[in-house]
């Protein structure tokens, strides 16, 4: 399609378990993001891409969470010994210029740690 | 550090009244300002956006909103509203003094009513 994809939709794992999100964003889009919205509340940054190299990774929340996009377009977000707390909607979004603000979001995939 | 801040939860309006959605940010340097509206079960949509230049900017579905600089606020507004504006309504801002970063806001849900 022509929009941001995010797979998969929804994921339930237990505590303790490693997860992996995907975002495949527009064709030529050269910036990508994720954040993370939890009910209630507004998107929460966590790291943004140009390119391959990730430019800011300030708004991962620890280290188990890691995010990378080899071949700049794809992007995957890990989140290793997953938490509870770790539940929330992961969105992913892509620009085609960084920092002009047009972000074009996908649909998100909703994670739920039990 | 960036900051945008969405004073209303909640605004409820009739249908064929205007609207305003309000929102104000902080800044060290100069905002970059956006709006992305959220319908249920969908991606964050991209509304309209101020850069620079005229004060009053146009965006998607007859929305509008107005940068005042000494107030620090970007309203959304609209001047009649319709059943198919309720929605979940972000404000965004980007501090070109770090980087490419976009913060939001708690966000507001609108509800028209008919």
């Known amino acids: 399609g022509a929009g941001v994809s995010q797979t998969p939709s929804n994921k339930v794992t237990e505590k303790g378990k490693y997860v992996e999100l995907r975002c495949d964003p527009i064709?030529?889009?050269?910036?990508l993001y994720w954040y993370r919205q939890s009910l209630g509340q507004g998107p929460e940054f966590l790291i943004y891409?140009?390119?391959?190299?990730?430019?800011?990774d300030s708004g991962l929340p620890n280290d188990r969470f890691f995010a990378v996009r080899p071949e700049g377009s794809v992007s995957t977000l890990k989140i290793q010994r997953t938490e509870r707390g770790d539940s929330a909607v992961y969105l992913c979004?892509?620009?085609?210029?960084?920092?002009?603000?047009?972000?074009?979001f996908g649909e998100g995939s909703r994670l739920t740690v039990l | 550090a960036q900051s945008v801040a969405q004073p209303e939860d909640q605004v409820n309006v009739a249908e064929g009244n205007p609207l305003t959605v309000k929102c104000t940010y902080s800044?060290?340097?100069?905002?970059?300002l956006f709006w992305y509206v959220q319908y249920p079960n969908r991606g964050l949509q991209f509304l309209l956006k101020?850069?620079?230049?005229?004060?009053l900017v146009k965006g998607s579905y007859g929305f509008e909103a107005e940068f005042n600089k000494s107030q620090t606020s970007f309203h959304l507004k609209k001047p009649s509203a319709l059943v198919s504006d309720s929605a979940l309504y972000f404000c965004?801002?980007?501090?070109?003094?770090?980087?490419?970063?976009?913060?939001f806001g708690p966000g507001t849900r609108l509800s028209v009513l008919p």
């Open positions: 891409f140009q390119g391959t190299g990730a430019a800011d």
């Open positions: 979004a892509s620009s085609p210029q960084l920092g002009s603000g047009e972000l074009f």
């Open positions: 064709s030529g889009h050269t910036a």
């Open positions: 965004a801002v980007r501090d070109d003094n770090y980087g490419q970063n976009f913060v």
């Open positions: 800044v060290s340097g100069n905002p970059y």
């Open positions: 101020y850069i620079t230049g005229d004060n």
